[in-house]
């Protein structure tokens, strides 16, 4: 049990481009879903917190306009990085946490190359 | 905010030794600490975790402590074995359930 998905897994594109991550919750209910970037042998940085049916909260430094978050349903939050730039590539990974626990779950990221 | 140190940084063991990784807190408010294996590539995964009122958990292998008057807990691996060559996470959830802050990792290396 306690299974998050992220999909795609790798994503290539180029300078100006959007990008949407998936984040999906397949056996549990994620009333709070969490978006962090992890950069090559650093520890995971969170970006935003998500509650279904709200607006995102955005960590300090996190431009919201750039990285847009959503979270429709019980089960799937997204992040769209809107256009993308070369220090936007990162390793991109959500956590869902299910209704009334302590626990969070993590994906298994996403690796984003922006070119 | 919550501020969560882990040490070593780097750990090298021989196959079938101990592991000991250790984090401190400063927020008395947090009252649960998971620890999360991390591979190349990978997500973290959740491995083991505590609450702030037990203070001490087992999993076959896998042991943590807690010691809430010095804020501090551990992760105890015995008999350890190459596959447990991964980035260990401590974190810290203060009461609210609103986020939580992670230690800044350790690698773990088991040589066979």
């Known amino acids: 049990g306690a299974v998050v998905s992220q999909h795609p897994s790798r994503v290539i594109c180029k300078s100006g481009t959007s990008v949407k991550i998936e984040c999906r919750s397949l056996?549990?209910?994620?009333?709070?879903m969490f978006w962090y970037r992890q950069f090559p042998k650093q520890s995971l940085m969170l970006m935003a917190t998500?509650?279904?049916?709200?607006?995102?909260?955005?960590e300090q430094g996190v431009e919201k306009d750039k990285f847009l978050i959503n979270h429709a349903s019980l089960t799937l939050s997204t992040l769209t990085v809107t256009s993308a730039h070369p220090e936007d590539s990162s390793f991109y990974i959500c956590?869902?946490?299910?209704?009334?626990?302590?626990?969070?779950?993590f994906g298994p990221g996403t690796r984003l190359l922006v070119l | 905010g919550e501020n969560v140190e882990q040490h070593p940084s780097t750990l090298s063991v021989q196959e079938g030794d101990s592991a000991v990784i250790k984090c401190t807190y400063s927020?008395?408010?947090?009252?649960?600490f998971p620890w999360y294996k991390q591979e190349l590539g990978k997500g973290p995964q959740l491995i083991i975790d505590?609450?702030?009122?037990?203070g001490e958990k087992k999993d076959q292998r896998i042991a943590v402590t807690l010691n809430k008057t010095a804020k501090h807990f551990s992760l105890h691996i015995t008999e350890t074995q190459p596959e447990d060559s991964a980035v260990y996470f401590c974190?810290?959830?203060?009461?609210?359930?609103?986020?939580?802050?992670f230690g800044t990792g350790t690698k773990l290396q088991v040589i066979p």
């Open positions: 974190a810290a959830l203060t009461g609210g359930y609103q986020k939580v802050t």
């Open positions: 505590i609450r702030s009122n037990v």
């Open positions: 998500s509650n279904e049916g709200s607006k995102a909260t955005y």
């Open positions: 927020d008395s408010a947090s009252n649960y």
């Open positions: 956590s869902a946490r299910d209704s009334g626990g302590e626990t969070q779950y």
């Open positions: 056996d549990f209910q994620a009333t709070t």
